[in-house]
């Protein structure tokens, strides 16, 4: 207390410390949503409210020993992080501050200057200097893959004063001079408002995922928003795992947010191990994590979910396809709720405040396929996962996440008791993609992909159906076409829609070899129900050895197609022989 | 350590202490509170205000006199000693011996919040903690560096299956302790797991912390963390491999929604304060493996459901931290079996790190699918024999029945003093399998299982090995 800022004003002081809730005295010039060093030790914060003359910050570090009297130091701006070349592969924390620097034990890192990067990257010039250019108009390239470009930042346009000419250059480094602004090869943004794009298009293209049921089912666009529900042990999030590896998107951007630290830690040697199919890089270095496990600090989570849509539209703006995948939105939802208990805030829904659903529409309204301002295409699909208690799809994360996303990938309980994974649940899920992508001009060369998904739903279904009056009557208790379409449903769910994550050959999977199975199954299911026209027959069909049609999901690589048909061949041949 | 103490106590509410006029307090700081008679309390504090200061006692607040009570802070955090000379040492929930000794001494003091682990220098765990119980390490398998829960409800023998764990576990022939922390144990229970365990305390390999119910409810709340600085200590700094065995952890949440009820905060499902996840977490979390060092903290709660249900607080967040759960189930123990474990909904999600070839044995993974896979038609096939009667089934069915009884029988159930290893549990599991036709056991790997029926000279695809014993059809219709 006492302190003076060079401006003259007094320097606030911390009032009131409750966990990562700080008070501090206002002064002039503290406005919402600015960044605060807290402390000593310049814990960062946010501002989240003001009030009587009394600023509310949110800590994003532990707060331990941070007393009354200890100064707090508004920084005049809003939370902000540095975005350029050394994201990709990198792994950071909920304010983007990388996590390779730091050590064993995440003691409360202060909010200071980022540790010194003396890494270089290839900078190519491709403007030319005396060229006029606008927000958004490409100055340079880092060659790559994927390869990045470096734009004219918002807000900024004019005459290029000075082009640096190609070279090695550090990410602070300036590139370039546009209209009296220096252009640095990385770029200080906001995290709480979206960039400013040209235009919203509407979402055309699928984004192939390498999961069947999801691409054969329920599949998403690009630029599309999926939530994907599930209780605790369903799967969450190994099958956010397998997308994060194996779809075919430019960057992906995976925000562990309040999730386990194995779990990160897995993720993180499986990328720096595996290939990525279409470059023969690293996954790594197509990707970016935000990580904030469950025992880092609560409030980052709520910072590390815009961070990383922040970083998404980064590399969106250059042109490229983003995914990002958070796991899971409900552990942010609780840290919105304990700030806001904190804060003395009514409660609405279950503690939750009220302002839960716009948060949640907010967040999932940063996806979108768009028009640059540069004028290229580029897109962020964001995928969330959300984890309901009690497996409770009725509570309110679910329920308004439900409102505000195109497809949910609901995870059932008894599949993944099963051991049927990926869980995903062909009768409570949805994909309002899935018609506009049948539609679509662009990139569908399957005529027969509707027809094909209509045919295993309907199967699907009706086995569903007669699941129930199995378990009431016995399956031999049923007319014989009856009994092969729950026969054909068994066949869908083996040799079909599970899927192995652990098998190198079923991984993933192409959409032409997706189409393959799919077709392969659905002919032996014909099969049955030809050859079944009796009860005897019906069960020595049912006695029929089908290992070879579920296996071929598992054998051969994940594009090959020649051994799917071998292996329907030979149950076909079985299926003759039956009398 | 500030030596000013301060007596303007301004209010007594179950385990809080209000103290007024207070300078340079800050959050999370460890105060001393002295009373006139008696020994010295300690508290944390939970909020700073100005010069107010609200102080959760973790002795309580029984017997305190606003007038005659005097608080001092420490400056910094709760720290405690740590190192080898808890091995061996049986205290109290706060750290205190009750074994007749000296206080535990050690050079060394560390935080006992923890710090939370750098993501990006864990190391993903691997390699098994191998526990004696059949049915866990070969369905379940415990993975060094793994948080596994175990779900129980009331009147299930789940403390004896941690005791009998705690007292069997090893890795290999690797340096290994155990931690115990019982939590609101009754003091039959608190002398069940000393004689358990007294083996191993004799050996040198154990620290036992008993918190008993008729101790201060608040002191749970200090409990598993003394135990988790305790283990980090002797697994990362010492090279062991640390198992830390926590129970009753529904008796610890219970104590965090009384201090959340006292301090009159928005309560979230069932009263719980909303930040009980990432309570839990802060302690689920101290498992792990750290990059470049050696030793590893392997967590096991125990937990009882209330009125037997999954998706209460407790264990339902648990689950969503855990890296998969062992689940009791009473149908099973109804039945007499011994560990009443159920296999369809328990899971280790690390069993694929922690089992196969060079690890424990190259067929573990793919037997451990298989008869999780046999198990969940077998449970369909016993719900329609309930329904329809066992006549209407087909021969494959009937096949599935023998099989579930064969694997209560003869590959869980298992003495309470009995170490079973490995390898003896793995083949009761082939002999289960080898009850139904080869055509069912496509799960295993082709080759795999022809080297086993060859050197069994067991069934063919279609003959059984003779008639299975006949399996007696239970009363099972209750399994969940």
């Not at chain 1, 090869?185 to 794009?197: A, F, M």
């Not at chain 1, 880092?296 to 590399?315: K, L, N």
């Amino acid at each position: 207390m006492g302190a003076v800022t060079p401006g003259g004003v007094p320097e606030p002081s911390v009032v009131r410390v409750a966990g990562p809730l700080v008070e501090f005295g206002y002064v002039p010039g503290v406005a919402m949503h600015d960044l605060v060093l807290l402390g000593p030790a310049r814990l960062p914060g946010e501002v989240v409210a003001i009030r009587d003359g009394v600023a509310t910050a949110q800590a994003y570090a532990y707060t331990g020993s941070l007393a009354p009297g200890h100064p707090a130091r508004p920084q005049g701006h809003p939370l902000t992080v540095r975005l350029g070349p050394a994201l990709l592969g990198g792994v950071f924390d909920g304010l983007l501050r990388p996590l390779d620097a730091a050590g064993d034990r995440l003691l409360a890192a202060s909010g200071g200057p980022p540790p010194d990067d003396d890494r270089t990257w290839p900078f190519t010039p491709r403007a030319r200097a005396g060229d006029t250019v606008a927000a958004g108009d490409v100055l340079g390239d880092v060659p790559g893959d994927p390869q990045l470009r470096i734009l004219v930042p918002a807000g900024c346009s004019g005459p290029v004063q000075d082009l640096a000419p190609a070279g090695r250059y550090r990410a602070d480094d300036p590139v370039a001079v546009v209209g009296g602004t220096p252009v640095h090869l990385s770029e200080p943004c906001g995290v709480r408002t979206p960039r400013p794009v040209r235009e919203r298009l509407a979402p055309r293209s699928p984004l192939v995922t390498g999961q069947r049921v999801i691409d054969l089912l329920f599949p998403v666009a690009r630029g599309g928003t999926v939530a994907v529900p599930g209780g605790f042990g369903t799967g969450k999030t190994m099958l956010l795992h397998q997308i994060a590896k194996w779809c075919d998107a430019d960057v992906i951007v995976y925000v562990g947010c309040g999730e386990r630290g194995n779990e990160m830690a897995e993720v993180i040697a499986e990328l720096s191990r595996l290939e990525d199919p279409r470059t023969g890089g690293l996954l790594a270095d197509r990707t970016v994590v935000v990580a904030n496990t469950s025992d880092m600090p609560m409030m980052a989570r709520e910072a590390g979910v815009h961070t990383a849509a922040t970083v998404a539209e980064y590399f969106r703006d250059m042109g490229l396809d983003v995914v990002v995948i958070a796991d899971s939105t409900s552990r942010w939802a609780e840290a919105l709720r304990e700030f806001a208990a904190r804060m003395g805030e009514l409660p609405a829904e279950e503690g939750y405040p009220a302002g839960l659903a716009s948060e949640l529409a907010a967040f999932y309204e940063r996806a979108a396929v768009v028009r640059t301002l540069g004028g290229t295409t580029g897109s962020v699909t964001l995928l969330g996962a959300v984890s309901p208690p009690g497996g409770d799809f009725t509570e309110p994360v679910t329920a308004h996440t439900e409102r505000f996303v195109r497809c949910l990938w609901a995870l059932d309980r008894d599949l993944a008791y099963a051991r049927h994974y990926p869980a995903v649940s062909w009768a409570d899920s949805f994909s309002r993609d899935a018609a506009p992508l049948a539609r679509g001009p662009a990139g569908q060369d399957d005529p027969d992909l509707s027809a094909r998904r209509a045919r295993v739903t309907r199967l699907l279904a009706e086995a569903d159906r007669l699941a129930d009056l199995v378990e009431l009557v016995g399956i031999t208790a049923l007319p014989p076409a009856e009994r092969m379409s729950v026969l054909g449903g068994r066949l869908l769910r083996e040799g079909l829609l599970q899927q192995s994550a652990l098998s190198p050959a079923d991984a993933t999977c192409s959409p032409a070899r997706t189409a393959a199975l799919a077709d392969a199954v659905l002919a032996v299911a014909d099969a049955c129900a030809r050859t079944a026209d009796t009860a005897a027959r019906a069960d020595s069909v049912e006695e029929v050895d089908f290992t070879p049609l579920l296996r071929a999901r598992e054998e051969a690589g994940p594009r090959e197609t020649a051994g799917i048909a071998a292996a329907r061949d030979t149950v076909l041949a079985r299926l003759k022989e039956v009398r | 350590m500030s030596e000013v103490e301060y007596t303007a106590v301004r209010e007594l509410r179950g385990p809080l202490l209000l103290v007024d006029g207070v300078a340079g307090v800050g959050w999370d700081e460890f105060a001393l509170v002295r009373t006139a008679d008696g020994a010295p309390r300690h508290g944390l504090v939970l909020e700073v205000d100005r010069d107010l200061a609200v102080v959760q006692v973790l002795e309580g607040t029984s017997g305190l006199d606003p007038r005659r009570t005097r608080i001092a802070f420490t400056g910094s955090p709760l720290r405690i000693p740590v190192g080898p000379g808890w091995l061996g040492r049986t205290c109290n929930g706060r750290g205190e011996p009750v074994d007749g000794g000296p206080p535990v001494f050690a050079p060394d003091t560390a935080d006992v919040a923890g710090a939370p682990v750098n993501p990006v220098r864990r190391t993903p765990p691997a390699e098994p903690v191998l526990t004696g119980v059949g049915a866990i390490d070969v369905l379940t398998t415990l993975v060094r560096g793994q948080k596994l829960p175990v779900f129980s409800a009331a009147g299930l023998p789940h403390l004896e299956l941690a005791v009998q764990i705690a007292a069997q576990s090893s890795c290999g022939g690797e340096p290994f302790c155990v931690v115990f922390a019982g939590l609101g144990l009754t003091h039959a229970e608190a002398l069940a797991v000393r004689e358990g365990l007294g083996e191993r305390a004799a050996a040198g390999e154990l620290v036992l912390l008993l918190n008993t119910a008729d101790d201060p409810v608040i002191e749970r709340l200090l409990t598993p963390r003394i135990a988790l600085t305790v283990a980090e200590h002797l697994a990362f700094t010492g090279g062991r491999h640390v198992l830390v065995v926590m129970g009753d952890m529904t008796a610890y949440a219970e104590a965090l929604r009384e201090v959340s009820a006292s301090r009159g905060e928005i309560p979230a499902r069932r009263a719980y304060p909303g930040y009980l996840y990432s309570d839990f977490a802060s302690l689920y979390e101290r498992c792990g493996r750290i990059r470049g060092r050696p030793g590893s903290v392997t967590v096991l709660p125990v937990l009882t459901m209330p009125a037997g249900d999954i998706t209460h607080p407790v264990p339902d967040l648990t689950g969503y931290i855990t890296e998969g759960q062992i689940v009791l189930a009473p149908a099973a123990h109804a039945r007499g079996v011994y560990p009443p474990v159920d296999p369809l909904s328990s899971l280790s999600r690390l069993l694929r790190s922690g089992a196969g070839a060079g690890r424990t044995r190259e067929d573990h993974p793919a037997v451990a699918a298989q008869l999780i896979a046999a198990l969940a038609r077998a449970r369909q096939v016993r719900e329609l024999a309930d329904l329809v009667g066992q006549s209407a089934l087909g021969p494959a069915d009937r096949r599935h029945l023998d099989m579930e009884d064969a694997f209560l029988r003869d590959f869980v159930a298992q003495g309470q003093d009995e170490n079973r290893p490995l390898d003896a549990a793995l083949e009761r599991a082939w002999q289960v399998l080898l009850h139904l036709p080869a055509a069912h056991l496509g799960m295993l790997p082709a080759d795999l299982l022809r080297r086993r029926l060859r050197a069994t000279g067991g069934p063919g695809p279609a003959a059984g090995p003779g008639a299975p014993p006949p399996g007696r059809a239970g009363p099972t219709g209750a399994e969940p």
